[in-house]
């Protein structure tokens, strides 16, 4: 019985529509969602950060990054809720991204993971595989991946 659905969110097309079917899924089944974004950690050492700074040059900002993942969550948010989805809660999370997903699912006792397919648009995804790959790969319960 599918109860808990966790939702891979990252502001993709794809990402979009893992919510719609998450969500028409969870209003099926009556299950409730966890909206789930991870930001990969940019860290700098602090004699390269020293230095931009004082060249005047841009870092990331970890804040930046972590308002931006409440924007994308709040835009998940608002699609569970239109979809009529009464009990959707949202994280943000820091690290790497399908470990921190399959840990969270894991500690969320979700009975499925929902998560948007994209393509490997990097030398690591290349590498690695995918994050989509990598989180039906670990995980211990099932996914939906979503194009």
């Known amino acids: 019985m599918i109860k808990k659905i966790l939702i891979a969110v990252d502001g993709s097309k794809h990402s979009q529509s893992s919510v719609a079917f998450g969500a028409q899924i969870a209003k099926a089944l009556d299950a409730e969602i966890l909206l789930y974004h991870v930001v990969k950690p940019y860290n700098l050492p602090d004699s390269l950060r020293k230095f931009a700074k004082a060249e005047h040059m841009p870092t990331f900002d970890p804040e930046l990054l972590r308002k931006g993942a409440q924007y994308l969550l709040a835009g998940a948010m ?22 921190s997903i399959i840990d969270r699912a894991k500690s969320y006792n979700a009975d499925m993971i929902v998560i948007g397919s994209r393509g490997m648009g990097d030398m690591e995804g290349m590498l690695r595989g995918g994050v989509s790959h990598r989180v039906e790969t670990l995980a211990k319960c099932p996914v939906l991946v979503v194009k």
């Open 78 to 99: 608002a699609e569970a809720r239109k979809a009529g989805i009464k009990e959707v809660a949202m994280e943000t999370d820091e690290g790497p991204i399908a470990r």
